[in-house]
């Protein structure tokens, strides 16, 4: 069965807003663990 590229493009496009907001909690707990670093 050939894969239609609309189907491909929406694959893309979901794994990719998936890595955004990975990177957008990454950059969160990197935030606080920057702010708690003066702490110790």
């Known amino acids: ?5 609309t189907d491909m493009l ?8 998936f890595e955004l907001d ?3 909690l990454n950059l969160r707990a990197l935030k606080q663990s920057l702010l708690l670093l003066p702490l110790f």
């Open 1 to 5: 069965m050939q894969e239609q590229p």
């Open 10 to 17: 929406t694959k893309l496009l979901g794994r990719t807003k």
């Open 22 to 24: 990975q990177n957008r």
